[in-house]
Nanobody, 128 residues
Framework: VQLQAYGGGLVQAGGSLRLSCAASGRTFSRYAMGWFRQAPGKEREFVTTISSSGGSTYYADSVKGRFTISRDNAKNTVYLQMNSLKPEDTAVYYC??????????????????????WGQGTQVTVSS
């Protein structure tokens, strides 16, 4: 599966952005999807993940209550709604796909090594 992330941009602190990640192929519904981010000079870190069924999600503590992941399997797209953005959210955001085997899985991986496919990243900059 190939992934294309978009929707990043420049926003003031307290603002919102919605990232999208479009996937190619006919097996999107068998993949758990995740978002990671990488700030300059830092390691790529986990942000959130959603199972292939959409029924299970998990968030990093740093974004819990502010970010929401969702997916539309009919559109082969996963979304990341980001509210109450902070300057420390500034990073390149990457979407990633982890094969779950079937579409009803509740598997929601949180480690980079669990993911098989990565998008190219989209820049999010939050000004103070």
């Amino acid at each position: 599966v190939q992934l294309q992330a978009y929707g990043g941009g420049l926003v003031q602190a307290g603002g919102s952005l919605r990232l999208s990640c479009a996937a190619s192929g006919r097996t999107f519904s068998r993949y758990a999807m995740g978002w990671f981010r990488q700030a300059p000079g830092k390691e790529r870190e986990f942000v959130t993940t959603i199972s292939s069924s959409g029924g299970s999600t998990y968030y990093a503590d740093s974004v819990k209550g502010r970010f929401t992941i969702s997916r539309d399997n009919a559109k082969n797209t996963v979304y990341l709604q980001m509210n109450s953005l902070k300057p420390e959210d500034t990073a390149v955001y990457y979407c990633a796909a982890a094969y779950s085997g079937y579409s009803g899985s509740h598997y929601y991986p949180r480690l980079k090594g669990d993911y098989d496919h990565w998008g190219q990243g989209t820049q999010v900059t939050v000004s103070s």
